[in-house]
């Protein structure tokens, strides 16, 4: 049981992780950069899991950090001079950013779906994410320079590889100006935009239906070395998806799904051992 999300399972195999303080906009604040880490790290461990949708409860994804309930942690940091000032605030830096770095550590796909805004942490959030979709009415502000700082739990490192339009990319974090959903999609932020928010989470529950019904040694690997691509070179990546798969080919998922395909049977049909 967590305070500021609410986890349920929303089909087989499916997991619903929604940011759960809609009286605060779903705010983050110190209990939400802590039990993120725990949902994320549980869920990776978790073999009944096999896709994650994340999503916003109330009237929009998230209002990005909470600072009423940050600002002392930041604000008056303890330590009696500069360097151990300092040496406090890297730890807790690097803590903030562990929160969304375990979306992307986790082997499960996630799915983020999100409506109305999407703001500050919220873009840092949604950019470690694997697939995202958003309603009409969203729209995202990578907001750190309002508040006088860079941007410091991913939004800088990740949302350049996810969208590829540097120009873009740059022109959102230094004027912290709204994208509005067209042109989230336009830019590739999001792959589907959708009228309202029951349409759009039918669809991303449906979207991890059918991720989940794959095996997921292949679905849960490929997302490993994506990742891993995405960060190396296109020699060392091949080297890595053959290390990979010099144990994950044996698996008897290949077996069944072969042997579903030579039957003509819908790959749907087939039950894969658990991860
Ligand atoms: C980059 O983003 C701008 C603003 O959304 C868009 O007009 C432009 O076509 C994009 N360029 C590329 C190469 O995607
Ligand atoms: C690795 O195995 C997967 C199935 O798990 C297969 O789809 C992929 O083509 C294989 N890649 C290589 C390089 O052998």
Redesign the pocket.
């Known amino acids: 049981a967590y305070e500021s999300i609410q986890v349920t399972s929303a089909q087989k195999h499916v997991l619903h992780v929604q940011l759960n303080r809609p009286e605060k906009r779903n705010a983050m604040n110190r209990a939400f950069w802590r039990e993120l880490v725990e949902c994320f790290q549980k869920i990776s461990k978790d073999s009944d899991c096999r896709a994650v949708v994340v999503s916003g409860a109330g009237k929009m994804f998230t209002s990005g950090i909470d600072l009423m309930d940050m600002a002392s942690d930041i604000l008056q940091p303890p330590g009696d001079d500069v360097a151990r000032i300092a040496w406090y605030l890297r730890d807790l830096i690097s803590r903030y950013q562990k929160t969304f770095t375990v979306i992307e550590k986790c082997p499960k796909p996630v799915i983020a779906a999100i409506h109305g805004g999407c703001i500050g942490g919220g873009v840092d959030l949604i950019s470690a994410c694997d697939i995202r979709y958003c309603t009409q009415d969203a729209f995202f502000q990578v907001k750190e320079v309002d508040v006088g700082l860079a941007a410091d739990v991913g939004t800088l490192q990740r949302l350049p590889k996810v969208i ?2 540097r ?2 990319v740059n ?1 959102l974090t230094f004027t912290a100006r709204k ?1 509005m959903a067209d ?1 989230a999609l ?3 932020l999001v792959s589907r935009v959708f009228p309202d928010k029951d349409v759009m989470l039918n669809a991303a529950f449906a979207l991890a239906a059918d991720i989940s019904s794959k095996s997921p040694v292949a679905v849960q690997g490929s997302k490993i070395n994506l990742i891993y691509s995405r960060d190396h070179s296109v020699d060392e990546s091949l080297d890595y998806m053959a290390t990979w798969n010099m144990s994950m080919l044996q698996t008897q998922d290949i077996i069944k799904s072969v042997q579903a395909a030579m039957e003509k049977k819908d790959s749907k049909s087939i039950t894969f051992s658990k991860l």
């Open positions: 590829g339009n120009s873009l022109e994208m042109e336009d830019s590739g």
